[in-house]
C-alpha cells in the first residue's frame, strides 16, 4: 500500500535504507546472546531512526507500512517451515486440548487486565478492551478505528506489549537455557548458503508462498502470510520428492531470507515509534500498568503449562508469551528448543483469536454500553 504523499521510489527507498540500517543496529545486540532476534531489535532501531529523520527534515510524519510485517511473516514462516519439516509434528495434535485451554485462559486474563486499566486510566471501555487483548497492532487498530475509538491509544498500548515482550522474553529465555555465554554472537557467516543448483527450487518455493498466501488470505485464514508461508515450507520438499525422477531433496532457505523477514518484524514495530514523536508521559504510564500484567499473565501461564504437561519451563514460557508469535518461535528456533511444540501453540492461539474476534468484540460493546461514560469517549 502507497503512503500518502509518498511515491512508490520513495517508499522503496525507505524500506531498503531501513533494512540495510538493521544490519549494523542488530550486530551489537547479537552480543548479549539473544540470537538471531537481534536483527528484529535491529529493525525496531532502524525504522524509529528513519522515520523520525524523516520527520525532522520535512516536517511531516510517515504512516507505517503495514506491508512490511506481512513480507517479514511469510519470509520467517517460510524459514521456519523448512526448519520443522523434518520434526515430530504428528504427536503434538494430543495436546490440542492444552493449547486451546491455554488460549481461552490468555484471552479471558486480556479481557479482566482491559477492564482494570479502563478504571485506572478512566479511557472508553472499548478502548481498553481493544489495547489490552492480544490480537496484534494493526488488527485492533482497525477494529478501533471502524468503531469510531481512540486508535492511537490503542496502537500504544499494543506496540509497548509488543515491543516489550520481544525484547524481555528472549534474554529471559536465554538464560534459562543455560547457554547464554555460548551464544552465537556476530554477523552470520552463511548468509547465503545455498547451492546455484537450488536456486531454480528456491524461486519455486517463493512463487508457490506467494500463492499460497495469496489463497489464505482471501479464505480469511488467520495471519495469512505467516501460515501461509509455514506450510509452504513443511510440505515443500516432501510433495516434490513424490513426483517421479525427483530425488528426495533437503532445501534449506539461505540464512538471508531470515534475517531479511527478522528485520522486517522489527521494521513494522519501530515504524510505529517513529511515528508517534509526541507521546504523553502520563499515557504511556498508564499502558505500562496493563502489558506488565500482561506479561504477568503469560508468566502464570506458563506455570498452568507446566502443571498440565511434562514441558519444561522454558517451552512453556515461550509458549505463553503474550504476543509476538512469529517472534517467540523465532527465540525457540535460534535455541532449537521444542520448535514443533512452540510453533504448534501460537498457531492455535492465532487461530482461536482470530475465530472469536466477532464473539469478544460484541461482549466488549456490551461491556462497553454498561460502563459509565468515560474520559475518552
Not at 522454558?314 to 511444540?341: F, K, Q, R
Amino acid at each position: 500500500m502507497q503512503q500518502p504523499g509518498i511515491s512508490a521510489k520513495q517508499l522503496i527507498i525507505i524500506i531498503s535504507l531501513e533494512i540495510l540500517l538493521a544490519l549494523p543496529f542488530g550486530l551489537p545486540l547479537s552480543l548479549f546472546g539473544i540470537g538471531g532476534v537481534a536483527w528484529i531489535f535491529g529493525g525496531i532501531a532502524s525504522a524509529a531512526l528513519v522515520f523520525t529523520v524523516y520527520r525532522l527534515l520535512y516536517k511531516s510524519s510517515l504512516v507505517p507500512n503495514k506491508n512490511a510485517r506481512k513480507i517479514g511473516q511469510a519470509l520467517v514462516g517460510l524459514a521456519i517451515g523448512f526448519r520443522i519439516a523434518h520434526g515430530n509434528l504428528a504427536g503434538i495434535t494430543s495436546q490440542l486440548p492444552i493449547f486451546v485451554f491455554l488460549t481461552a485462559f490468555l484471552l479471558l486474563t486480556g479481557i479482566s487486565i482491559g477492564y482494570i486499566y479502563s478504571l485506572i486510566s478512566q479511557t472508553n471501555l472499548l478502548n481498553a478492551m481493544l489495547a489490552t487483548v492480544p490480537g496484534g497492532v494493526g488488527i485492533m487498530s482497525s477494529i478501533a478505528a471502524d468503531y469510531g475509538r481512540d486508535v492511537s491509544l490503542v496502537a500504544l498500548v499494543q506496540v509497548i506489549r509488543v515491543t516489550s515482550v520481544v525484547l524481555v522474553i528472549p534474554i529471559l529465555a536465554r538464560i534459562s537455557a543455560g547457554n547464554f555465554a555460548s551464544a552465537s554472537i556476530g554477523f552470520p557467516t552463511n548468509l547465503f548458503n545455498i547451492d546455484l543448483q537450488d536456486l531454480p527450487l528456491l524461486f519455486l518455493a517463493g512463487l508457490v508462498t506467494l500463492l499460497v498466501v495469496r489463497l489464505a488470505g482471501i479464505l480469511k485464514i488467520p495471519a495469512a502470510p505467516f501460515f501461509g508461508a509455514l506450510i509452504v515450507g513443511v510440505i515443500f520438499n516432501y510433495l516434490l520428492s513424490l513426483l517421479p525422477f525427483v530425488p528426495p531433496l533437503d532445501l534449506t532457505p539461505p540464512t538471508i531470507i531470515n534475517l531479511i523477514g527478522q528485520a522486517l518484524l522489527g521494521i513494522s514495530i519501530g515504524e510505529y515509534w517513529g511515528s508517534n514523536p509526541n507521546l504523553d508521559k502520563k499515557t504511556i504510564l498508564y499502558a505500562l500498568i496493563p502489558v506488565g500484567m500482561t506479561i504477568a499473565a503469560g508468566f502464570v501461564a506458563a506455570e498452568i503449562a507446566m502443571l498440565l504437561t511434562d514441558w519444561d519451563w522454558l517451552t512453556c514460557l515461550l509458549l505463553t508469551a503474550p504476543g509476538g508469535s512469529a517472534e517467540m518461535i523465532l527465540v525457540s528456533l535460534a535455541l532449537d528448543h521444542n520448535v514443533e511444540i512452540v510453533t504448534a501453540g501460537h498457531l492455535v492461539r492465532l487461530i482461536a483469536i482470530h475465530a472469536s474476534l466477532p464473539l469478544w468484540l460484541l461482549l466488549f460493546r456490551y461491556l462497553d454500553g454498561l460502563a459509565p461514560t468515560s474520559v475518552n469517549d
